[in-house]
T-cell receptor
Framework: DAKTTQPNSMESNEEEPVHLPCNHS???????IHWYRQLPSQGPEYVIH???SNVNNRMASLAIAEDRKSSTLILHRATLRDAAVYYC???????????????FGKGTKLSVKP | DSGVTQTPKHLITATGQRVTLRCSPR?????VYWYQQSLDQGLQFLIQ???????AKGNILERFSAQQFPDLHSELNLSSLELGDSALYFC???????????FGPGTRLLVL
């Protein structure tokens, strides 16, 4: 499975936008880019995923570089509740790919200051 | 609330013992996954079941086993427990083999 690289930690102020970067220079054509987050003392939570085009949902936006070697998770207005570890994960859902499981790295620990 | 339930929430046991962790997937989900989260190893995939059949295996020790029952709930059995097995065990479910995974609240296992 292709690997991802994320900063160990980031800080943000409450109600400001947050851009969480992820590098995945060895991404393959059938790799989807997934983001999950884990709040303290909770299980991981799905945030968003995409393949080539930018994606938006009620939680966040995902901006994918044209060459797909990097992506950015955007939280438009950070709240204290967004303080969590954010994981960028590649999932190969193509024929013959690993398909099922998620491979978690260390993620980015986001701190949000009031 | 993800809709995935796990019991028990906490478990304290002794080395050499055997425990069973239980997971009920979201209604309608056919796939169940088990993950282990420890301080030094992070979140690691253990095993996946789909509609009762084992689908994929990760870093699961031979002392650990799992199964998915006809009603789609799953159990993870951990035997001959060692201190290093102390960790958070998460169950996740998805509608199909590659769908979005929804995680339960986890079972915290402490082996003394």
């Amino acid at each position: 499975d292709a690997k991802t690289t994320q900063p160990n930690s980031m800080e943000s102020n409450e109600e400001e936008p947050v851009h969480l970067p992820c590098n995945h220079s060895t991404i393959s054509g059938t790799d989807y880019i997934h983001w999950y987050r884990q709040l303290p003392s909770q299980g991981p939570e799905y945030v968003i995923h995409g393949l080539t085009s930018n994606v938006n949902n009620r939680m966040a936006s995902l901006a994918i570089a044209e060459d797909r070697k990097s992506s950015t998770l955007i939280l438009h207005r950070a709240t204290l509740r967004d303080a969590a570890v954010y994981y960028c994960i590649l999932r190969d859902v193509g024929y013959g790919g690993s398909q099922g499981n998620l491979i978690f790295g260390k993620g980015t620990k986001l701190s949000v200051k009031p | 609330d993800s809709g995935v339930t796990q019991t028990p929430k906490h478990l304290i046991t002794a080395t050499g013992q055997r425990v069973t962790l239980r997971c009920s997937p979201r209604s309608g989900d056919l796939s169940v996954y088990w993950y282990q989260q420890s301080l030094d190893q992070g979140l690691q995939f253990l095993i996946q079941y789909y509609n009762g059949e084992e689908r994929a295996k990760g870093n699961i020790l031979e002392r650990f086993s799992a199964q998915q029952f006809p009603d789609l709930h799953s159990e993870l059995n951990l035997s001959s427990l060692e201190l290093g097995d102390s960790a958070l065990y998460f169950c996740a479910s998805s509608a199909n083999i590659v769908g979005t995974q929804y995680f339960g609240p986890g079972t915290r296992l402490l082996v003394l």
